[in-house]
């Protein structure tokens, strides 16, 4: 836990200085962005389907 915290500390300091914005929009920026990569991904692995999300 405390490695993955130290990672994404880091990767958002990384975004902050290559977009030279400041802490607090960079980590909401971020976070958004990741959010909605994360969303792709899921929707391009079930196809378009969430049902087969959940089918076990």
Known sequence: M???????????????????IGYKTAKHRFT??????IISMIVVECGGDLARLFKT
């Open 32 to 37: 958004m962005k990741m959010r909605n990569l």
């Open 2 to 20: 405390l490695y993955m915290t130290l990672i994404a500390a880091m990767l958002i300091l990384i975004y902050k200085h290559a977009n030279k």
